[in-house]
């Protein structure tokens, strides 16, 4: 296929703007990494930092030496493994049950849900219901009023309405019941959703900040988001300080190494869901 001039001059400015806009969006990322291993006393000398002339692990070694921030990472983790977990579990069953044609008030099921897609109530009922179920500096808020996502429930019913109901009908015919059916045929089938499900769940729950500041009193009981606010917003740290042995190292340095450390988890659970997750993302999106 031959290329005329024009075309050329076309792709050479896509792959300009298109690289200029990766070092943008990429340059943030590498700066957090460089300054988070930079030598403490060499980036007090230094107003900018492109490539730090000492790598150092002083930030890293106070972090993880401190309780409150091996503590808060432990809270995201529980939220993330146990919250996940459980929506997908109940979101799963809930989608199944509405993509069943027999299940009885199967459309008044459907609209319920919907109606909590369409219509939020907002923070001061959310408060008020969380409060009323004693819930109040509870991990536990975190996660059961956001148990399962309504617009996540309908991708999946839409996913499981796309199984072949002779699939059902020969479990049937070998003797298994509608649970035995689910976890046997549906479950197994399903792990390109529930991949991708599982990771938005996943994301969700480790970022929780705004939730946790309203019901979590106890800077115990907060998440590493929770924590990294604090960060920012004191220069000096103080809260890690507290119960640090040793002199902290310069507050910037010490905000992007939390930042980083914060960060992994999420990119470490990314590749092994990638797979699946190119598959799940076209949930519902095909019907034939």
Known sequence: MIRSKSDRVFDAINVLVLGLFALITFFPIYYVFVVSFTEPTEFLTKSFIIFPEHWSLA?????????????????????????????????????????????????????????????????????????????????????????????NVILMRSFFDSIPAELEESASIDGCNDISTFFRIILPLSLPSLATFGLFYAVTYYNSYF??????????????????????????????????????????????????????????????????????????????
Request: net charge positive; glycine share 6%; with cysteine.
């Open 211 to 288: 939730t946790a500041m309203l019901y979590l009193n106890d800077a115990a009981k907060w998440p590493i988001q929770v924590l990294l606010q604090n960060m920012l917003l004191n220069a000096q740290s103080s809260d890690l300080a507290q119960d640090a042995f040793v002199a902290p190292p310069p507050a910037e340095t010490l905000k992007m190494a939390a930042v980083v450390v914060a960060t992994l988890p999420i990119l470490c659970v990314y590749p092994f869901l990638q797979k699946h997750f190119a598959k799940g993302a076209m949930v519902g999106s095909v019907k034939g």
């Open 59 to 151: 930030s890293y070694k106070y972090l993880l030496g401190t309780k409150s921030f091996i503590r808060s990472l432990g809270n995201s983790a529980f939220l993330a493994t146990v919250g996940t977990a459980l929506s997908l579990a109940t979101t799963a069953a809930l989608a199944y049950a509405i993509s069943r044609k027999r299940l009885p008030g199967r459309k008044i099921f459907s609209i319920m849900i919907l109606i909590t897609i369409l219509f939020s109530p907002g923070i001061i009922p959310n408060y008020l219901l969380v409060r009323n179920f004693h819930l109040i500096n509870n991990v536990w808020s975190l996660i059961l009023p956001a148990l399962a996502s309504g617009w």
